[in-house]
């Protein structure tokens, strides 16, 4: 069964860091693309950024290009979204997702999410 | 950037009804278009990959259809357990997502 749990969601202050993990299983991780969404409280779904499987490719959405960094570790089966320099339009659930190819396509399971609030 | 705009924003309907949610796209995604459910405080659930195939597990009321930049959402008999905001997602040329339809009891 497929499993993805994120961690390291908190209470941060503009302009501070935080690292965003996601322990997968029941897959093959490293044959599988893995991507970050997240999800303002009451708005819609946003594609933040996404990582091949051999993290030879990465992708940001144009809101968060030069803030955050995705990375992975496959021999951990570990995704992470290294945010920095954080806004209050930052604050959302951030949902891990795992991608149905190595280079990326849909997100066939998603992860429960983890709050990230940006308030002084 | 291509961008999706999903239609209608809202929909309230009877259980048993056939519904059908819109997604446009900007320019052309041929078929890579996926179908999201989201019921509030979960995690996004996928039901239609590659525009019209059946994730499995979801029921076969659930069908998607469309290419190039119109598609279409169905739900031939909406159940209790249907109401939920459905969201569009492109994956042509990075990720993109619809606005979100939220499907009401009337």
């Known amino acids: 069964e497929v499993q993805l749990l994120e961690s390291g969601g908190a209470l941060v202050q503009p302009g501070g860091s935080l690292r965003l993990s996601c322990a997968a299983s029941?897959?093959?991780?490293?044959?599988?693309?893995m991507s970050w969404v997240r999800q303002a409280p009451g708005k819609g779904l946003e594609w933040v950024s996404a990582v091949s499987g051999n993290s030879g490719a990465t992708y940001y959405a144009d809101s968060v290009k030069g803030r955050f960094s995705i990375s992975r570790d496959n021999s951990r089966n570990t995704l992470y979204l290294q945010l920095n320099s954080l806004r209050a339009e930052d604050t959302a659930v951030y949902y891990c997702?795992?991608?149905?190819?190595?280079?990326?396509?849909?997100?066939?399971?998603w992860g429960q999410g983890t709050l990230v609030t940006v308030s002084s | 950037d291509i961008q999706m705009t999903q239609s209608p924003s809202t929909l309230s309907a009877y259980v048993g009804d056939r519904v059908t949610i819109s997604c446009r796209a900007s320019?052309?995604?041929?078929?890579?278009l996926a179908w999201y459910q989201q019921k509030p405080g979960k995690a996004p659930k996928l039901l239609i990959y590659k525009a019209s195939n059946l994730e499995s597990g979801v029921p076969s009321r659930f069908s998607g259809s469309g290419s190039g930049t119109e598609f279409t959402l169905t739900i031939s008999s909406l159940q209790p357990d249907d109401f939920a905001t459905y969201y569009c997602?492109?994956?042509?040329?990075?990720?993109?997502f619809g606005q979100g339809t939220k499907v009401e009891i009337k």
């Open positions: 320019q052309s995604i041929s078929t890579w």
């Open positions: 997602l492109q994956y042509s040329n990075y990720w993109t």
């Open positions: 029941g897959f093959t991780f490293i044959n599988y693309a």
């Open positions: 997702a795992k991608c149905r190819m190595l280079t990326g396509y849909d997100f066939d399971y």
